[in-house]
Every structure is written in structure tokens, then in C-alpha cells.
């Protein structure tokens, strides 16, 4: 893997070191500019300018589809030039804050890359690959202490991994920042469920999706009566229940009751994702 120029590899170790502060992000602009790369300078120019304008005022629609457009025609390269290769990503502000990985694999290949070049906030590491994540790499995912940027973790039908190996991860200090976690398909039942609702790093969750999951009324009832999730507004929980369960129906009146419209038993998460990333 061919590294960055000492100079850019610094620009971007500045941005990620101050990940809310613009005037990293313009020097690095200044920069891309200098070295013949004025598209991606004047995108990075301009979504910062973005963010500072009403949202979908008249002047943002305009300026935000532009934007949209060159991130989905040049983004990929962009990627692709920081040794990330073509992943699905999200931007903001210029930079990618979402990244996706098909497998297990690809992504610890580039980890320290990734966390060393770029401000993500949101991972998803998904297994149609057929890389899975194992025991072992849910284990080496839990002790990076770069989790702890992340506020968004999607982890795509990674199955048959030891439990204790999940309660690792639940248990991690770094993923105390998570607001969303996505662990769809990853074979999850109420054992698994019972370890996340005791995790108190989990207590900031806001948005849990257990989609596609088994994890029945013993699960759904841990999830309610856990002293960590008090937070929780969103919980999809389709196809997580076999047959006609015995209590199902009272449960999930008692997590309606709670969560509302929040409660989604007939929906994923991606049925409902934004595109506000620019």
C-alpha cells in the first residue's frame, strides 16, 4: 500500500485531531488545491460553507445536490487515493465520516489507515464477503481504542460467535459513545441480547437495530427492564420472533408503550436512511 505524502498524512492527522474545528479542513483544501486536485479542494470548501447555511433553505437544496453529485461521481476516487479503496462512504464537512466494509478482512486490513486518515464516525463492517467477523475478530474490535470516535457501529450477519466474545465488545470501554448499533442477522438470541442490555458502556444507545435476530420475549423483556438503555427511542426488532411465543403480545404492548412509534417490528434501518451526508 503506497503512503500518503509526509505533508497530506499530517494535513488529515490534523483534522482528525480536531475533528469540529473547519480551519484544518480549509489548509487541507489549500493544500489539495496547490497539488492539482481543485475539485476535491472546492467540495471541501464547499460543504463547509454548507454547513453554515439554514438547512434546506433555497441557497442549501442548491449548493447540497451539487455537492451530492460530485461526492457520488468522485468520492470513490477520493477514497481510492487515501488507500481506503472504493468503499460506500458518507461526508461531511468535506471528509468521510461513514464507511462501509464488505468483510471482516478488508477492514482490518485498512484500520490504522482509516482511523489515522480520516474523521469517521460511522463503521459497518457487513459479511457478504463471507469474511466474517469470528470470535477472535469481535475480540480484536473491541480493544481498539478508536471506537471510541465512533457514535454509529453496524456489524452485518457476523454469526456463530461466542457469546463471551460479544460481551467483550458490549463491555468495551471505547464503545461508550455509541448512539446507534446495528447487529442485524448476526444470529443473536436471549442469551446475546441479555449481555448487551447489562452493559453500561451501551447506555448512551439511542438507536438499537436487532433486526433478523431470534432473540424472542426473553430477549425483548431484558431489553425493557435493562437499567442501562434508558435512552433507547429506536428498537427494530423484525423477524425476531418464531411462531407464536408465549407472552410476545404483552412485551411488545410493554416496549410500545415505552418507545412509541419507536418500537419497529415490520421495518430495518435501511428502509428509512437519509442521505444527509455531503
Same mark, same amino acid.
Given at each position: 500500500m503506497t503512503p500518503l505524502p509526509g505533508e497530506q498524512a499530517a494535513l488529515l492527522a490534523a483534522i482528525v485531531a480536531e475533528p469540529g474545528d473547519d480551519t484544518p479542513r480549509l489548509v487541507y483544501a489549500d493544500w489539495l488545491q496547490e497539488n492539482g486536485d481543485e475539485p476535491q479542494a472546492q467540495y471541501i470548501r464547499d460543504s463547509v460553507r454548507l454547513a453554515g447555511l439554514e438547512p434546506y433553505g433555497k441557497e442549501w437544496k442548491a449548493l447540497a445536490g451539487r455537492l451530492r453529485e460530485t461526492r457520488d461521481w468522485r468520492g470513490p476516487e477520493w477514497l481510492d /487515493? $487515501? /488507500? +481506503? !479503496?472504493?468503499?460506500?462512504? !458518507?461526508? #461531511?464537512?468535506? $471528509?468521510p465520516v461513514r464507511v462501509t466494509f464488505e468483510g471482516a478482512e478488508e477492514f482490518f486490513a485498512v484500520a490504522d489507515r482509516l482511523f489515522a486518515l480520516t474523521p469517521v464516525r460511522a463503521l459497518e463492517i457487513c459479511a457478504y464477503s463471507g469474511s466474517r467477523l469470528g470470535r477472535d475478530g469481535v475480540r480484536r474490535l473491541a480493544a481498539m481504542p478508536e471506537l471510541a470516535r465512533l457514535t454509529d457501529l453496524r456489524l452485518i450477519e457476523h454469526q456463530r460467535i461466542d457469546p463471551n466474545a460479544w460481551r467483550e465488545l458490549f463491555r468495551s470501554p471505547h464503545v461508550a459513545n455509541l448512539e446507534f448499533l446495528g447487529l442485524s442477522g448476526c444470529d443473536l438470541g436471549a442469551v446475546f441480547v441479555g449481555e448487551l442490555a447489562d452493559a453500561p458502556p451501551l447506555a448512551n444507545l439511542i438507536d438499537l437495530d436487532l433486526s433478523y435476530n431470534s432473540i424472542g420475549v426473553a430477549g425483548a423483556r431484558a431489553i425493557l427492564s435493562s437499567p442501562h438503555l434508558r435512552r433507547l427511542e429506536l428498537l427494530w426488532l423484525e423477524s425476531n420472533f418464531v411462531g407464536e411465543e408465549d /407472552? #410476545?403480545? #404483552?412485551? +411488545?404492548?410493554?416496549? #410500545?408503550?415505552?418507545l412509541g412509534d419507536g418500537l419497529r417490528t415490520h421495518s430495518s434501518p435501511d428502509d428509512d436512511e437519509d442521505d444527509d451526508e455531503l
Open positions: /487515493g $487515501l /488507500g +481506503l !479503496g472504493r468503499r460506500v462512504a !458518507g461526508f #461531511e464537512r468535506g $471528509l /407472552g #410476545e403480545d #404483552e412485551i +411488545l404492548e410493554a416496549l #410500545e408503550s415505552r
